[in-house]
């Protein structure tokens, strides 16, 4: 099974980046699929879910209005639209999926994808 996680990148205060998360060898239709970053120094914190059967979608509060998660069944992706970037939104952000439901702790998560840099300019 393997997560590959794109579309990071350099960007400035304002911007938008929109990352994905590609599954291989997993077929997404009952799984959970998460977002989480990390940035230095930090510890892993979750950022937003989406249950591929649908249902709510849980955000953070810091993304809350910015940020939303999306999947495409026939791609067999999960995105992440990050609007109006903040300089404290720079970590490497990861995708990771587990069994049905979505939870907002890392270590329930049993596939994780190699994560993606994010860095924010002020």
């Known amino acids: 099974v393997q997560l590959q996680a794109s579309g990071g990148g350099l960007v400035q205060a304002g911007d938008s980046l929109r990352l994905s998360c590609a599954a291989s060898?997993?077929?997404?239709?009952?799984?959970?699929v998460a977002w989480f970053r990390q940035a230095p120094g930090k510890e892993r914190e979750f950022v937003a879910a989406?249950?591929?059967?649908?249902?709510?979608?849980p955000y953070a509060d810091s993304v809350k209005g910015r940020f939303t998660i999306s999947r495409d069944n026939a791609k067999n992706t999960v995105y992440l639209q990050m609007n109006r970037l903040k300089p404290e939104d720079t970590a490497v952000y990861y995708c990771?999926?587990?069994?049905?439901?979505?939870?907002?702790?890392?270590?329930?998560?049993?596939?994780w994808g190699q994560g993606t840099l994010v860095t924010v300019s002020s």
């Open positions: 989406v249950r591929w059967t649908g249902g709510r979608t």
């Open positions: 060898r997993l077929t997404f239709s009952t799984y959970a």
């Open positions: 990771a999926a587990r069994n049905w439901d979505w939870s907002e702790r890392a270590a329930d998560y049993d596939y």
